[in-house]
């Protein structure tokens, strides 16, 4: 296993609130007029800012021309979805507090606060770095991607679990893909009554499908050069019987 379980590079914040609103398919919306959510109705300019169609009879659309500007008439949340079936598929969330402003029959959010919170705990970013920064280039692939690498490719899995410390492993009941990015494969380890997550990086990132073929690669055959965790082996035998 050598570095590599050293080097646990991750998508700064910034980057991966940006990659969660790429991917994102729908938008909860609380404003003054209530909650409403929204499918398919988004996207995200090149700053972060998120604009939204909606309906000429919306109740949002009253709000936004009858807040003051400048002050936080709505707060946007966006889920991040495990696309492979797991215990607790949301991953995190991006919540973005702001003002709405009508822009070319669309609403154009203007984001005053941005909080990112995964498993480990919320985390505010900073607005500039939130609007420098850029969607992880597999952040569209990857539900594909990791649907394909669980459907097709459970071998590959359980051999990757070679990689993961015994200890991690231990009574582990099944192992699927939980998220891929440019820099690392995040393994969703489930028991009997808990789960854990581990992370698999990269020699180098991934910028692209072809660059995550080859990484993977290289991820599988470490694992085929390691040593089988017993602590699944023996979870396996006790549940074949």
């Avoid at 969660?20 to 007029?33: D, F, I, K, M």
């Avoid at 990132?205 to 660059?211: E, F, K, L, Y």
Wanted: hydrophobic share 45%.
């Amino acid at each position: 296993m050598g570095d590599s379980q050293t080097w646990t590079a991750v998508p700064a914040a910034a980057e991966r609130a940006r990659s969660v609103l790429a991917a994102a398919w729908s938008c909860a919306v609380t404003a003054e007029g209530g909650r409403e959510e929204f499918v398919g109705a988004h996207s995200v300019d090149d700053d972060g800012r998120v604009l939204l169609q909606v309906p000429e009879d919306s109740a949002l659309l009253a709000a936004a021309i009858c807040a003051p500007r400048g002050e936080p008439s709505a707060v946007l949340e966006f889920a991040d979805v495990a696309p492979v079936p797991v215990r607790n598929r949301i991953r995190a969330r991006v919540w973005l507090a702001g003002w709405f402003v009508p822009e070319d029959g669309r609403l154009a959010f203007s984001p005053t606060r941005v909080v990112l919170r995964p498993a480990t705990g919320a985390v505010v970013i900073d607005l500039d770095e939130f609007a420098a920064a850029e969607p992880d280039p597999l952040a569209l692939a990857e539900a594909q991607l990791l649907t394909h690498l669980a459907d097709c490719h459970s071998d590959a899995v359980e051999r990757l679990t070679r990689l993961v410390e015994p200890d991690s492993l231990h009574g582990a009941v099944r192992v699927q893909p939980l998220a891929v990015d440019r820099h690392g494969l995040t393994l969703r380890i489930e028991r009997a009554r808990a789960h854990g997550d581990v992370r698999l990086p990269f020699h180098a990132p991934a910028d692209t499908v072809a660059h995550l073929t080859e990484r993977m690669h290289v991820l599988l055959t470490q694992a085929s050069a390691a040593s089988c965790p017993r602590p699944l082996q023996r979870q396996r035998t006790d549940g074949d019987r």
